[in-house]
């Protein structure tokens, strides 16, 4: 039965980049116009916003506790899985 090890250790690792996905990189609250993600800087021009960037790469802004815009696109399959084992690594 061992044929199938590698497959089932390459599914293994792919059920474990989904979860990682869901998890927080980073968080940033400002109300700056220069975020090198940035398309969107009049959102600040009333007040703060915060963003979230997951660790799939996809970035959530909020603004007063309400979803206003997403930057990116959230990685997935074999691309998530790769940046989950770049990342895992370190």
Not at 6 to 17: G, I, K
Not at 43 to 49: A, S
Request: charged letters at 30%; proline letters at 2%; a negative charge.
């Amino acid at each position: 039965m061992t044929q199938y090890d590698d497959l089932v250790e390459e599914q293994r690792q792919a059920n474990e980049a989904v979860e990682w996905a869901k998890g927080v990189k980073c968080v940033h609250m400002h109300q700056m116009k220069s975020m090198w993600y940035d398309d969107r800087p009049q959102d600040t021009d009333d007040g703060p916003v915060m963003d979230i960037q997951y660790n799939n790469d996809l970035i959530i802004r909020s603004k007063n506790g309400k979803e206003i815009h997403r930057f990116g696109e959230a990685k997935i399959g074999i691309a998530l899985t790769h940046s989950y084992l770049r990342n895992k690594s370190r």
